[in-house]
């Protein structure tokens, strides 16, 4: 069958949904009228959606998105409904009452961002995401290519989203790569396991390039010192991926004993990392 045919076929079967569809998973593309039918639906929980949002404006937004669970947006389509979803958080204010977006606030629990060329990692995707405090897993496949690091957050960026998703027990960044080009640093993991108390595995790039002055310094600090006094997570996973390092033992030895010191109370058991 066409493609053209197979989404009019499917988009179709879906018009004809009734309230108690719990999960739809799909990997072909919906019409806008299906879509739209879809986040009328009050029991909707599994959601994955291969489609950019309809051409919505913030009045002409559907009355309350369904109270989803996990929520998994496919290559192409994370921009466009994490922008939507910010549109509507800025303009319409939750002192009304129920708001387009208030239950599945409440709901979510897993964000997923798919697809081979997921978006780069910036404020203006983390700053969406930020409102669904209750998430226990994000996962953003963003993957670098053609020399360019995806990975553009700072370590006050990343300080920010820990702060505001305290419930992370799984936070997946996208692979690090081999660039070194990022401004984030190993200082960045002591905010994450203060913040995210819950949190068992870690996915996130950081400059390897001063790595044993950066855990050095969490030490010595100022501005870490309240950080290093409060209870941290208990990391059990940490990837690393293709980040570089090249050291000698002696170093090596001294960038695992920082990291385990930098989370006092984490215990490091599957650290992958390719060394240079």
């Known amino acids: 069958m066409p493609s053209a045919d197979l989404e009019d076929a ?3 079967v879906v018009l004809r949904c009734g309230p108690s569809l719990a999960v739809l998973t799909s990997s072909f593309p919906l019409s806008d009228a299906a879509v739209n039918h879809l986040i009328q639906l009050p029991h909707l929980r599994t959601w994955s959606v291969n489609d950019p949002p309809p051409g919505y404006s913030v ?3 559907p009355l309350v998105f369904p109270p989803l669970t996990e929520f998994t947006l496919g290559e192409g389509t994370a921009q466009g409904w994490l922008s939507l979803f910010q549109r509507l958080e800025d303009r319409v204010p939750a002192t009304q009452g129920v708001t387009p977006l208030s239950r599945v606030k409440e709901s979510l629990k897993c964000l997923n961002v798919n697809g081979p060329t997921a978006p780069i990692i910036d404020t203006s995707s983390t700053r969406p995401i930020q409102m669904f405090q209750n998430l226990v897993r994000l996962s953003v496949r963003a993957h670098c290519y053609g020399g360019q690091c995806a ?4 370590n006050g ?10 419930q992370l027990e799984n936070l997946l960044l996208g692979s690090p790569c081999p660039k070194n080009t990022c401004v984030t640093t190993a200082a960045c993991l002591l905010p994450i396991s203060v913040y995210c ?3 068992d595995a870690v996915e996130t790039h950081f400059s390897t390039t001063n790595i044993l002055g950066d855990l050095k310094n969490t030490s010595v600090d100022p501005q870490f010192r309240e950080l290093r006094s409060l209870p941290r997570c208990m990391l059990r996973r940490l990837y690393t991926h293709a980040m570089p390092l090249t050291l000698d033992e002696s170093d090596f030895q001294a960038v695992v004993d920082g990291m385990k010191y930098l989370p006092v109370h984490m215990e490091y058991r599957r650290v992958h990392w390719h060394l240079a």
Do not use: N
């Open 59 to 61: 009045l002409s937004f």
């Open 157 to 166: 960026d990343v300080t920010e989203l820990a702060m505001a998703l305290p």
């Open 151 to 154: 990975f553009r957050l700072d």
């Open 10 to 12: 499917i988009s179709s």
């Open 197 to 199: 108390a819950q949190l």
